[in-house]
């Protein structure tokens, strides 16, 4: 049975820091692709980052500068740390493995990040 399941999200002030992280089991976990996503009230889910098996990344422009996607091979994970929050950075995150161009896919629960003073 495939899980992945997100922690560390939560309420931060604008400005300041939060780090996600996606525990993986049931799969291969070193040949998935992993990606972050978030879906913000009334709007469709978006990506925001991704990192191959090989360790290549790539970043929505929006968090660019901002936020990092790093995967631990040993331990089956993936962390998304997320500097310099802005509030239109509110959202539920999603955490995403995924293998044949997105032919297997799995989703986490999602956890939430609400970024306000």
């Known amino acids: 049975q495939v899980q992945l399941v997100e922690s560390g999200g939560g309420l931060v002030q604008p400005g300041g820091s939060l780090r996600l992280s996606c525990a993986a089991s049931g799969i291969r976990f070193n040949l998935y692709a992993m990606g972050w996503y978030r879906q913000a009230p009334g709007k469709q889910r978006e990506l925001v980052a991704t990192i191959t098996s090989g360790g290549t990344t790539n970043y929505a422009d929006s968090v660019k500068g901002r936020f990092t996607v790093s995967r631990d091979n040993a331990k089956n994970t993936v962390d998304l740390q997320m500097d310099s929050l802005k509030p239109e950075d509110t959202a539920v995150y999603y955490c995403?493995?995924?293998?044949?161009?997105?032919?297997?896919?799995?989703w986490g629960q999602g956890t939430q990040v609400t970024v306000s003073s």
């Open positions: 995403n493995a995924n293998r044949f161009g997105g032919q297997w896919a799995y």
